[in-house]
């Protein structure tokens, strides 16, 4: 009883957590109780993180982030609602809400969902979420055991790679091919890893690469999954994005199954600070998604979900969406007309149809990492391949640009000194 | 490769998901890819959802929700700062953010927690959560692997036991005494229980029994805690809801070791809706907490930040918790008052000195659950106390009063309903 449960070396920082340090020193069996998680350790901070406190130096051009352009924000007619809200509906705009959602936007959504994408079939439901991150998040929490294993693309999204990893799953990076997933080496994941529960997909305008599946690979990893029982968590931030060619359809739309969970976001054609999401599966998921949210958060910030189901009722989104898709067409191509003008010919550039990103490839071997040191000095970010890989210690010489954040001009400079950069360093 | 994995009975469904009722067969070998997880498995839909479906009727008076008084939101000066945000800093306030939360902001909170409850000390950081619900939620998640065992006080809030339930701990209530938790029963727990990873408690104006544990019980509390090597996770959601007595310093005034979470939340001061709250804890956790927010929603939604920041700014927080003081004072008052005259001798009620909530202790064996029947068919709604236990099917002859939603009338008429209900059935 007297003898206390902290190891020496702990109490020496006066408390187990007074030094940030002391953490990985709290393995021992007697410091067993004031040790992170297993699941929390598993997590490291990436190296993106560190590539991104240069964009906080004003001065930088940053083609790092992902986020929309702010130009793209329908600011009055959100600031003209939220004064109704706050003249009219404020007791029900500011008090405790339900976990589903505000139920006119989840029928609005639901309506969209079904009419633009087939996404949503009898026998499903949707929830609004904190977020497309939170759709991934809980679809994971619900679903993967300790040990399970999901599959994504290598690369893919930082944001959903870890928020799998804070459950301890295993994960496991099937390659990309210029029309999405290698369906071979998905097969043979399929086939041979344990406990694969999960699938992750970006289908369309992939974050980092910009690619889109084709349709044909979609209806092949639809098949494989169904006959394995595996399911699909299909991410779609940027889908509404589409800028040239013809849409492609989701997989959600080809699940006649119920396999799907279709994760979807206003994020990228409203606003993303005011964190709206939501999610489309079978309603048996949608039940335990519900769960899992009212311990997370108890509901998703009702004042901005009534705003945006007003606004969806009083203003025409495809038309604000056709705006959008008109400024982000003229950004890609001031950014990939920069690169055939300033890049060496070494330089691969994807050309995707749509999405806020571009993906560039160099000669195997290629220090990307060097590289975008080099180009932070310059005052330009970008954001190395590796930091998407499932393991950064993936040989990976490619890197994202992101055209959607930055202006036409800082599009043109920037690019000529990335391009300059670029020449030096490869010779 | 050709069967497939859905076992028989899920197929018949058309999709392992096409019924919500066809998950609990879903546990078969067969189908191991399509069932939940454990952690979803473990966390049971409770009894208090059944009882606040009759809330929704609105002849139905609810002495039943945890909301504060829809009167007590501070619209007029939200709407005015909301109109500014839109004008002046529309893209600060739409865009991503940092997952620490707004900075002003932040610092704010600190400095008021500091001032205000000796919350924060040197080693401590802040971190701004989506409402106090994730604050909890993300300490499991952080701290607790499966299997590891969390205490907590006997009733407790249901929202945080079922967020631990989510991450498949071991639960187990120590007992409430009118002073707070029992002492020696709590030592007993420690000392015998394996792998207790955490203390959970809300030691002012408890919830849902209204009690305040005393000075020297918390200092009891923190010394074995300090002792044992665990963690202590304070719930302070009505801690600035005195209306009369002194204040009791909380239980992070004493951490001089930094073994104590701290979570607290503008719910109940500024409005629920917009799911703002903060955790105030060695930098360490924090870090952790960050990483485990970033995963699960990025950020708290932004615009609400900067709102709660400026009215921080602008406006007297301490003379508007004044006035919900004052308000919920006559609530209770009369809610105290209309008992004394109404229910028969056999029903205790506690005398809290703040918070929203009363606890009525009927005789042992009372059947609780029948009695909240009897009283929704009249048309009030109370919740049985059972709700509230860490295994529901432990008896308590109890039931939970809420004062802060209804209003003076309904709290007359309602009280008057709950009293003739009461004295029939306890004959």
């Not at 020193?25 to 240069?54: H, W, Y």
């Not at 609005?108 to 949707?126: N, P, Q, W």
């Not at 040990?147 to 990076?173: K, Q, W």
């Not at 040239?244 to 600070?273: A, H, M, N, R």
């Amino acid at each position: 009883m007297s003898k206390p449960a902290f190891c020496a070396k702990i109490e020496k920082v006066s408390g187990p957590w007074r030094s940030p340090r002391a953490a990985p020193e709290t393995k021992g069996t007697d410091c067993m109780n004031v040790a992170f998680s297993a699941r929390i350790q598993a997590l490291q901070p990436s190296a993106i993180r560190e590539i991104l406190k240069v964009t906080q130096d004003p001065s930088v051009i940053s083609f790092a982030a992902g986020n929309p352009a702010a130009e793209s924000f329908p600011v009055k007619e959100m600031a003209q609602i939220a004064s109704g809200l706050f003249n009219e509906k404020a007791t029900a705009a500011l008090q405790y809400s339900v976990t589903e959602g505000y139920t006119p936007l989840r029928e609005k959504v639901r309506a969209r969902l079904r009419e633009r994408f087939d996404a949503v079939h009898d026998g499903d439901d949707v929830i609004i979420v904190s977020g497309g991150q939170q759709g991934i998040e809980l679809s994971c929490k619900v679903l993967c055991d300790e040990g399970d294993t999901v599959l994504c693309e290598n690369p893919s999204f930082i944001g959903a790679l870890n928020a799998f990893r804070s459950y301890n799953v295993r994960l496991h990076g099937i390659p990309l091919e210029e029309d999405g997933i290698d369906i071979d080496a998905l097969a043979h994941a399929l086939a041979t890893l344990p406990r694969v529960k999960l699938l992750y997909l970006i289908p369309t305008f992939q974050n980092p690469s910009g690619i889109t599946m084709s349709l044909s690979k979609r209806r092949a990893v639809y098949e494989l999954c169904l006959r394995r029982g595996v399911i699909i968590l299909e991410d779609n931030p940027y889908g509404e994005l589409r800028f040239s060619g013809d849409d492609v359809p989701v997989i959600k739309s080809l699940d006649t199954e119920g396999i799907v969970i279709y994760c979807g976001s206003f994020s990228k054609i409203l606003s993303p600070g005011i964190r709206l999401g939501f999610v489309s599966a079978p309603k048996a998921v949608i039940q335990k998604l519900v769960v899992a949210k009212q311990v997370s958060d108890v509901h998703t910030n009702i004042f901005f979900q009534m705003l945006a189901d007003e606004y969806l009722a009083r203003f025409d989104l495809d038309a604000h969406i056709a705006r959008i898709r008109a400024m982000y067409r003229e950004k890609f191509l001031a950014m990939h007309g920069t690169a055939a003008r300033y890049f060496p010919k070494a330089a691969g550039l994807t050309r995707p149809d749509g999405g806020i990103f571009l993906w560039c490839t160099l000669p195997e071997g290629t220090d990307i990492l060097e590289l975008c040191r080099l180009c932070a000095q310059k005052k330009v970010a970008i954001v190395p391949g590796t930091s998407f890989m499932v393991d950064e210690n993936t040989p990976c010489s490619a890197f994202r640009l992101n055209f959607s954040t930055p202006t036409l001009e800082q599009i043109e400079n920037g690019m000529a000194t990335l391009g300059g950069v670029l020449r030096d360093f490869l010779g």
